[in-house]
């Protein structure tokens, strides 16, 4: 069935983007009361085979959506510069609980590119959109208020927060015609944290990194059809940390306005891991960490943010956990703060997020994370860099 959603005839789709993103952090910030959006334009092009180049793009480019069906896709963009390098993809194999497992899907920044080109395996496939994020008709719309993050005490420079209305979410997107929410909120005590990256290295590349949340809200919400984005939180180079899944219209991210009978805050229900999600926290850097780290902001800001999450929910960021799915009863013993392919042990679909180069790091970042939060105080010894 083809939802109202699915038809994109390469007219103008029905996303959302913020002209002015506001800047928000500390522990109870209000949102604004109002914010100016543009509706961004979306064409469809099909299902792609081999290798193809397109070389008058339908809108002008600010991103691409490309899901392929097989194991690797690559991309390159033509500017007035010439062809980039190739670009890998390596997207999440991410999903509701409910569903099976979508398409890898990757957002590529394709800011003003006149064209592109796109590379899958033989025998595999891919649907590319092209994505306009900011040229759409401008409009204004009321912004509900939200909390801020929920910070380890005394933190000292709180990172940027930017909550939906922040980044400009089209809070329609997720809505049915009759206003009804196309994915109704579920709220779980949380069990675990963990860790993605986006699948795609341009971090000197994005000149607009709120569009970039923009279209992978997009790309999950509409496109793969979750009726959301798929993350809690997301976090950028310059270490500003971004509201993912809509949770409640006052409450802090990630959590609903009820707690569990433990007295703990319940965690809202997302699609970032396909099969282990409920109960399960998942923070999204933007970025491909395959061969280098993220950026040292970016790093600061999602160990402040998994510290705070931990206390919050009173995990031992260097514990594990034996995870249990509460609608599902699928799970596994994991660590408290996990990569995403730390659950290919437990039954998950095989990952390299949050990339082959930062994984290893993941140590590194429990202990650092332990002592934000206060369980160790004094840090252990650093490894060297490589």
């Given at each position: 069935?083809?939802?109202?959603?699915?038809?994109?005839?390469?007219?103008?789709?029905?996303?959302?983007?913020?002209?002015?993103?506001?800047?928000f952090g500390g522990s109870a910030t209000?949102?604004?009361?109002?914010?100016?959006?543009?509706?961004?334009?979306?064409?469809?092009?099909?299902?792609?085979?081999?290798?193809?180049?397109?070389?008058?793009?339908?809108?002008?480019?600010?991103?691409?959506?490309?899901?392929?069906?097989?194991?690797?896709?690559?991309?390159?963009?033509?500017?007035?510069?010439?062809?980039?390098?190739?670009?890998?993809?390596?997207?999440?194999?991410?999903?509701?609980?409910?569903?099976?497992?979508?398409?890898?899907?990757?957002?590529?920044?394709?800011?003003?590119?006149?064209?592109?080109?796109?590379?899958?395996?033989?025998?595999?496939?891919?649907?590319?959109?092209?994505?306009?994020?900011?040229?759409?008709?401008?409009?204004?719309?009321?912004?509900?208020?939200?909390?801020?993050?929920?910070?380890?005490?005394?933190?000292?420079?709180?990172?940027?927060?930017?909550?939906?209305?922040?980044?400009?979410?089209?809070?329609?997107?997720?809505?049915?015609?009759?206003?009804?929410?196309?994915?109704?909120?579920?709220?779980?005590?949380?069990?675990?944290?963990?860790?993605?990256?986006?699948?795609?290295?341009?971090?000197?590349?994005?000149?607009?990194?709120?569009?970039?949340?923009?279209?992978?809200?997009?790309?999950?919400?509409?496109?793969?059809?979750?009726?959301?984005?798929?993350?809690?939180?997301?976090?950028?180079?310059?270490?500003?940390?971004?509201?993912?899944?809509?949770?409640?219209?006052?409450?802090?991210?990630?959590?609903?306005?009820?707690?569990?009978?433990?007295?703990?805050?319940?965690?809202?229900?997302?699609?970032?891991?396909?099969?282990?999600?409920?109960?399960?926290?998942?923070?999204?850097?933007?970025?491909?960490?395959?061969?280098?780290?993220?950026?040292?902001?970016?790093?600061?800001?999602?160990?402040?943010?998994?510290?705070?999450?931990?206390?919050?929910?009173?995990?031992?960021?260097?514990?594990?956990?034996?995870?249990?799915?509460?609608?599902?009863?699928?799970?596994?013993?994991?660590?408290?703060?996990?990569g995403h392919r730390d659950w290919a042990?437990?039954?998950?679909?095989?990952?390299?997020?949050?990339?082959?180069?930062?994984?290893?790091?993941?140590?590194?970042?429990?202990?650092?994370?332990?002592?934000?939060?206060?369980?160790?105080?004094?840090?252990?010894?650093?490894?060297?860099?490589?």
């Amino acid at each position: 069935m083809v939802s109202r959603r699915r038809v994109l005839s390469g007219a103008a789709g029905a996303a959302v983007g913020l002209t002015a993103a506001g800047t928000f952090g500390g522990s109870a910030t209000a949102a604004p009361s109002a914010a100016t959006v543009t509706s961004p334009l979306a064409a469809r092009r099909g299902r792609l085979m081999s290798r193809t180049v397109v070389t008058s793009p339908a809108i002008p480019l600010t991103h691409l959506s490309v899901a392929h069906s097989g194991p690797a896709a690559a991309v390159r963009l033509r500017t007035g510069k010439g062809w980039s390098d190739w670009l890998e993809l390596s997207a999440c194999p991410s999903g509701r609980d409910d569903r099976a497992s979508s398409a890898r899907s990757s957002v590529v920044v394709a800011d003003g590119a006149t064209g592109y080109e796109v590379q899958v395996a033989d025998g595999s496939a891919a649907t590319v959109v092209e994505l306009n994020m900011v040229d759409g008709a401008r409009r204004t719309i009321a912004s509900a208020e939200t909390n801020g993050l929920p910070l380890p005490p005394n933190t000292r420079r709180p990172p940027t927060y930017l909550p939906r209305s922040g980044w400009g979410a089209d809070e329609s997107l997720r809505l049915a015609p009759n206003g009804s929410p196309l994915w109704p909120t579920q709220f779980f005590p949380a069990q675990t944290l963990t860790v993605h990256h986006s699948g795609v290295d341009q971090h000197n590349d994005d000149p607009d990194p709120a569009a970039t949340v923009r279209a992978i809200y997009y790309d999950q919400c509409v496109l793969q059809e979750f009726g959301d984005i798929g993350y809690h939180l997301l976090i950028d180079e310059a270490g500003r940390v971004y509201e993912g899944r809509y949770s409640d219209p006052g409450s802090q991210p990630v959590y609903g306005p009820a707690s569990g009978a433990d007295g703990r805050p319940l965690a809202v229900n997302a699609a970032h891991v396909s099969g282990y999600n409920a109960g399960n926290i998942g923070i999204c850097l933007l970025g491909r960490y395959t061969s280098r780290l993220p950026s040292p902001a970016a790093q600061r800001s999602l160990a402040v943010v998994l510290a705070g999450l931990g206390l919050t929910s009173r995990l031992d960021p260097t514990g594990r956990t034996g995870y249990v799915n509460p609608i599902s009863g699928v799970g596994g013993n994991v660590a408290v703060i996990s990569g995403h392919r730390d659950w290919a042990s437990v039954g998950a679909d095989p990952t390299e997020c949050p990339g082959d180069y930062f994984y290893p790091y993941l140590g590194e970042l429990r202990q650092e994370v332990s002592t934000l939060a206060g369980v160790h105080p004094t840090p252990p010894p650093r490894p060297p860099r490589r």
